[in-house]
């Protein structure tokens, strides 16, 4: 077998968990009436657009952070956690779903151009992070990104859910 195939493998096994779960979070969006997208229906959250608009923001961290594990030996990233639902709140307001939609996608396609140009042991590359600790490989990294699309598919549900 050949390392080419081998990437296609480490590429398309995250490839599919980052669509799957694309699609469960877009499903949920879809969900929302126009007027609903920027009702707050349960206090302290976000409405459906402003959620939308903090996974585009949280994304672009994200493969930042990748492209550092990727430049730099065994780098301290960021906890997005902490950073990316500050931006969200203190950046200009999406001007629309639409808008966030076709920032998302666009986001999402340049993700899988830099996945997929990547050598199979780029995946092992090692980084540290303020809460998971020194040990960790880029594929984890990786994997944050349809998890992360999961909760939020989640929190509108609840929130399609109280309206």
Known sequence: ?????????????????LVAARIELMGQLAKFSTDELTQHPIEGEWSPLQ???????????????MKLVQSEDNPLVVNISDHAPQLATTSEPPASLDAVLAGLVAR?????????????????????????GDDRKFYQLVNVLPI????????????KAAL
């Open 1 to 17: 077998m050949t390392t080419t195939e081998k990437t296609e493998r480490s590429f398309d096994k995250a490839r599919r968990k």
């Open 51 to 65: 959620l939308a608009h903090h996974v585009y923001i949280a994304e672009g961290m994200g493969f930042d952070q």
């Open 108 to 132: 999402r396609e340049e993700i899988f151009e830099y996945l997929a140009a990547l050598p199979e042991e780029a995946w092992s590359r090692p980084f540290r992070h303020p809460e998971w």
């Open 148 to 159: 992360h699309d999961q909760q939020h598919a989640q929190q509108l549900e609840k929130i």
